[in-house]
T-cell receptor, first 115, second 115 residues
Framework: DADVTQTPRNRITKTGKRIMLECSQT?????MYWYRQDPGLGLRLIYY???????NKGEISDGYSVSRQAQAKFSLSLESAIPNQTALYFC??????????????FGPGTRLTVL | GDSVTQMEGPVTLSEEAFLTINCTYT??????LFWYVQYPGEGLQLLLK?????DKGSNKGFEATYRKETTSFHLEKGSVQVSDSAVYFC??????????????FGAGTRLAVHP
């Protein structure tokens, strides 16, 4: 089973709709992240959480909100989706690994299209 | 602020050719440097990392050396395979308040290897 899972994997929605993307992890990591990927821009950090009570804005948080329901779950919401939020969204977790401390592990991504 | 610049793609090679993907960075302090790989339809996977100047990260035949004097972390492989076709992201780990690290990504370089 995958260590970091995301649901849904694909979603098409309309402008103005509320959307929630969910992320679950079985790695036991405290730290979780949401990124968006746009062609030619790499990945940009939306929100990050270092434990259930610690949530912080990343570089592009406007139009998004998050909820850390438990250590293993971190959800991203678009309260009122707009077309320029069409992107590939990745959840990640981080913790100690054979690569060293604070290595980030990514989920498979959610492709969101806002019409 | 901290940033990562990598060569634009796509890079198209024949099987068994030598690969170089250039990456340079701007950072205050001494960041850790990473290469991530994204295969079609999948999330990002950590390929290799280096944590200090002159360190060489290596994995699966790929190598990259942390060059502080040229602020570079170029990815190389001596003989590529069709299965190496993917998008490669260079990233650095930047410290921010609270003593935690965040990843800053380059735009990604697509590699296509033909038989």
């Amino acid at each position: 089973d995958a260590d970091v899972t995301q649901t849904p994997r694909n979603r098409i929605t309309k402008t103005g709709k509320r959307i929630m993307l969910e992320c679950s992890q079985t790695k036991g990591h405290d730290r979780m992240y949401w990124y968006r990927q746009d062609p030619g821009l790499g990945l940009r950090l939306i929100y990050y959480s270092f434990d259930v009570k610690d949530i912080n804005k990343g570089e592009i948080s406007d139009g998004y909100s998050v909820s850390r329901q438990a250590q293993a779950k971190f959800s991203l919401s678009l309260e009122s989706a707009i077309p320029n939020q069409t992107a590939l969204y990745f959840c990640a977790t981080s913790g100690v690994s054979s690569f060293g401390a604070d290595t980030q592990y990514f989920g498979p991504g959610t492709r969101l299209t806002v019409l | 602020g901290d940033s990562v610049t990598q060569m634009e793609g796509p890079v198209t090679l024949s099987e068994e050719a030598f690969l170089t993907i250039n990456c340079t960075y701007t950072a205050t302090g001494y960041p850790s440097l990473f290469w991530y790989v994204q295969y079609p339809g999948e999330g990002l996977q950590l390929l290799l990392k280096a944590t200090k100047a002159d360190d060489k990260g290596s994995n699966k035949g790929f190598e990259a050396t942390y060059r502080k004097e040229t602020t570079s972390f170029h990815l190389e492989k001596g003989s590529v395979q069709v299965s190496d076709s993917a998008v490669y992201f260079c990233a650095l780990s930047a410290m921010f308040s609270g003593g935690y690290n965040k990843l800053i990504f380059g735009a990604g370089t697509r590699l296509a290897v033909h038989p």
